[in-house]
C-alpha cells in the first residue's frame, strides 16, 4: 500500500447516491467516468439501494466526478448525492468496482 504522504494535493471523498442506482450500469459507467479523470478509489452497491464510493484525486477531477455522479449514466435517476472528506494515508492508484 502507498502512503498519501507524498500526494499532498489529493483529496479523498467518500460519497452516497440515492435513487434509481441499481441496475443501471451505474457502478460501470462510475468507473469508466473516474478512469477518464484519473481518480483513485472505488465503488459498489449497498444492500438499502444506495451506491457508495470514495474518490480520490486532485480536486478539480473530484469536482467533475460529483457533478457526473449527480446525473449519472442515462437509465439511472439520482434524487441525491451525499459527499464528505475523509482523511486516510491510503494512495489509490485506480478506481474498481468492488
Known sequence: M???HTRHS???LSVLIEGKVQ???FRAAAVRQAH????GGWV???PDG???ALLQGPHGAIDQMLS???QGPPAARVNQVHHEEVQTERL????EQI
Do not use: M, P, Q
Not at 36 to 39: D, F, G, V
Not at 92 to 95: C, G, H, P, T
Open 2 to 4: 502507498k502512503s498519501l
Open 10 to 12: 489529493i483529496e479523498t
Open 23 to 25: 441496475g443501471v450500469g
Open 36 to 39: 477518464a479523470l484519473k481518480l
Open 44 to 46: 459498489r452497491n449497498l
Open 50 to 52: 444506495r451506491v457508495e
Open 68 to 70: 457526473w455522479l449527480l
Open 92 to 95: 489509490y492508484e485506480r478506481f
